[in-house]
Structure formats: C-alpha cells, structure tokens
C-alpha cells in the first residue's frame, strides 16, 4: 500500500537523477526495485553518530538537518528539503564512524536505499557512478561556499541568502537552530529579523 502512495512520487527523483545525467530505462527500474519508500515522523533521527551510516536517502517530501555537537550544545551544520539526496558521504562511502546526527525536522515522505544496494549499482551501471560523482562535487562545493560566506558576508546577508534558499524554513526551524546555522546568536538573528521586518514596512 505505501508502495503504491509513493508510486506516483518516482518522476520526482528522476527528475533529480536525470538533471544530473541521462538515465537509462534499465537503471531507472533497477533503482526502483532497491529503494525503500518510508513516512516518517517529525524529530525522527535518519544517522546517529558515531554509527557509521548505512542509509541514502531522497526527501519527497519534508526536510531534515545534520547536526553535531560542541561543548554539550547543538551545531546545526546544513539543511535539505525536499528534492534533494540526504547522505553523510564519508561515512557512507568511507565506512567511517559518522561525526553528524541527521535528523527530520518535520513529518516527511523519503525514499531510502543502503549502502549494499548503492555499491551494486554502482558495480552495474556507468551513470550511476557518475551521477555520484557529481552529488559529491555537490556536497563539496556547497562546503565551500558556506565557509566563503561565513568569511565575507555579514550576518544580515547570510540570513537573507539562507531565507532564499530554504523558504518557509522559518516556520517549522527553531531560531536557536536558524541561529546556529547562520553562526550568530539567537539574540543577534532577532535583531537582524526586526531590522529586516522593519524595512519591510517603510
């Protein structure tokens, strides 16, 4: 029956995969027969550290953030949502202890596939590899920016670029979490929310 709820939701991570390189028929259904559609609460963790991940996941719908922490407090560390691939890469890839907690931050629809399942096709299939290639090169670039733009932007901009990116987010995140995203405090981001409301309305 869950199979047959998300049936319907496939294109949209074909749309993914394809963006990234063509797909052939024979992949698309070979990836279909080893994913696992799952509905999940709000809160629920996808990785808990140190395990070493065995999961990838695709968010159909919802979102979810990675997180470690720092002298007994939370470090938000990146953000997804919906349409794009959930994965702590080194250690999925690497077989290493994770470093990160993942965790849903909303009721979501995932699509999940593990780790034997991945290296198999990866065995099979020549796109696969490349479409991995480039979800790495992904993760890496956005990596680099995020250190780029702790580094040259202010606080104000960062916020800003973070509300583009992530819209709606602040209606489901905590600003404790935004916050810590962002590297500044929750008391800063309220200034920076009422300056921002502020000019808003002149």
């Known amino acids: ?3 047959q709820l998300f049936a319907m939701n ?5 749309q993914v995969l394809s963006s990234m390189h063509p797909i052939s028929e024979k992949f698309r259904d070979a990836i279909q027969k080893e994913l696992v559609p799952l509905s999940l609460p709000r809160n629920h963790l996808l990785l808990e550290a140190p395990n070493i991940s065995e999961h990838a996941y695709f968010i159909n719908s919802g979102c979810a953030m990675s997180f470690t922490y720092s002298n ?3 470090c938000i560390e990146e953000f997804w949502q919906a349409r794009q691939i959930v994965v702590s890469a080194k250690s999925f890839f690497e ?4 470093l990160e907690f993942i965790q849903l931050i909303e ?3 995932v699509f999940c596939i593990g780790h034997a399942s991945v290296m198999r096709l990866l065995d099979e299939f020549p796109e696969a ?4 290639r480039v979800v790495m090169n992904q993760y890496y670039e956005f990596s680099k920016q995020k250190i780029r733009d702790m580094n040259y932007l202010t ?5 800003e670029k973070f509300l583009r990116s992530f819209p709606g987010i602040e209606q489901i995140v905590s600003q404790e979490y935004i916050a810590s995203y962002l590297g500044i405090t929750p008391q800063s981001l309220s200034r920076i929310k009422r300056k921002r409301a502020s000019s808003l309305t002149t």
Do not use: C, T, V, Y
């Open 1 to 3: 029956m869950l199979h």
């Open 10 to 14: 496939f294109d949209r991570l074909f």
């Open 72 to 74: 007994g407090e939370k």
């Open 95 to 98: 077989r290493a202890p994770s």
């Open 107 to 109: 009721r979501s629809e």
């Open 129 to 132: 590899n490349f479409i991995q």
């Open 155 to 159: 606080a104000e901009h960062r916020h």
